[in-house]
């Protein structure tokens, strides 16, 4: 429990990258339907942001019944999942992000938005892992 908690709070600024806001807003959702109970008992009093909140639910891992567990487990794959995605992408993309998008800013899916706008020109293991990953800019 203790590393699935640890993969949860050092993922969970990856899967902003890799998804949409939308996807991050559905494992946070999951969590608090699942960790309800927990989160109502224990962290209710916790200033959500910066992972304190998981931080919360970690200190309390004694008490986290079975569906809390599971959608943290869940969470946790859904992370490990676009981590890896992320990983693919980065892999097969390399040159292409050096050649297309070198001067874009990282960050609020900027290099995403730029590989997709470049899409015609990108190789094609970087168009391949493109629509294998299902990318999406912001």
Do not use: W
């Not at 998981?54 to 859904?78: F, I, P, V």
């Not at 390399?94 to 190789?123: F, I, P, Q």
Request: aromatic fraction near 4%; charged fraction near 25%.
């Amino acid at each position: 429990m203790k590393r699935l908690v640890a993969l949860f709070l050092s993922s969970s600024m990856l899967i902003a990258i890799t998804h949409s806001a939308v996807a991050m807003e559905s494992i946070i959702e999951s969590v608090a339907q699942g960790c309800e109970k927990e989160l109502q008992s224990y962290c209710a009093q916790v200033t959500p942001g910066e992972g304190r909140v998981l931080a919360c639910l970690y200190a309390h891992e004694d008490k986290l019944t079975g569906r809390c567990e599971y959608a943290l487990y869940d969470a946790g794959a859904q992370l490990e999942r676009a981590i890896a995605a992320l990983t693919y992408l980065a892999s097969e993309c390399d040159d292409d992000l050096d050649k297309h998008c070198a001067k874009v800013a990282t960050g609020e899916g900027r290099l995403a938005r730029c590989l997709l706008d470049n899409k015609a020109n990108l190789s094609k293991r970087c168009v391949g892992a493109i629509d294998e990953t299902e990318l999406k800019a912001n």
